[in-house]
C-alpha cells in the first residue's frame, strides 16, 4: 500500500466517523433528493471539512500527492475553488502546493447555464464570477468536494469563460478537475465533456474501505444504489428501506 493508498482509508474513515457520510439506515430513514431530482439512500456533505484539521490535512496531502503524480508544474497552474465546497479545499491545496487560488461566485440556484448567467448579470450588475487574478495562457483546476453529474463543474467552467471575455484573455485553458468523492460515474461523464477528472476516492471503494464499519444492510443496498439507481426511483422500493431502517434494532 502506497502513500495515497493508506491516506484514501484514512480520509474515508473520517469521512464517515465525523459524520459527513450519511445513510438512510443510520440517519435519515426517508433518504434524500439530490439537486439532480434523484431519490438516494446516502448524501456526502463535505461542507464542514476545516472543521476536522487533521481530516482537512490529509485530503489537501492526497491532492498534492495527486498533482505531483499527475505533473502539474507549479509554475503553470491556478487551484479554482468551486463555491462552495471547493473553495476551501482549493484554497489549501494552493497554499501547500505553492500555486495561487481563485474561486467561482455562489450563484443563485436558477442560474444553471450560460444563457442564464447572462440574464443573471444583465440584471445584476457586472460584478466578478471568479474571485482572484486570471492572466492570459493560465492552466484553471476546478477542485470540489463531491462530483455527481458534473453540472455545478460545468456552471463553473460557464463562469470562468464569461469572466475570460470580459477580462479580454487569451490561451485560458480548463482540463482538469480534482474531487475528493466522485459518487458515480463521473470520469465518463468529464470526458465526455472534454475534461479530465481526478478523484481521491470513488464511492464504490467507498464502501470497501469502510469494511464493517458499515452494516451489511448498507453496504448491500448502497452497492446495490451504485450498480443501478433507477430503481430505487420506485416509491415502493424507498418504502421499504424506510421501513427496514425505521425497525433496525
Known sequence: MDELDGLRREIAIGIYKSGMLLTWY????SGWILMSGAWSPFYINLRPITSFPQLYEKIIDAFC??????????????????????ISIANGVALKYKIPSLYTRKLPDEVKSEENINNYIASHGQHALVEGI?????????????VTSMDSKMLAINQINYEIKKRGLNNVNVKEVYVVVDRGKGEEKAKEKG????????????????????????????RDYLSNSEKFQDK???KELEELAKNKL
Open 236 to 238: 415502493n422500493r424507498q
Open 134 to 146: 486570471i492572466n492570459n495562457g493560465d492552466n484553471l483546476i476546478l477542485f470540489d468536494d463531491v
Open 195 to 222: 475534461l479530465s477528472l481526478h478523484s481521491i476516492i470513488k464511492f464504490d471503494t467507498f464502501v470497501d474501505l469502510l469494511g464493517d464499519k458499515l452494516s451489511k444492510n448498507e453496504r448491500d443496498v448502497i
Open 26 to 29: 443510520r440517519d435519515k430513514p
Open 65 to 86: 500527492i495527486m498533482l505531483e503524480k499527475n505533473g502539474i508544474d507549479r509554475e503553470k497552474y491556478k487551484a479554482v475553488g468551486i463555491a462552495m465546497g471547493g
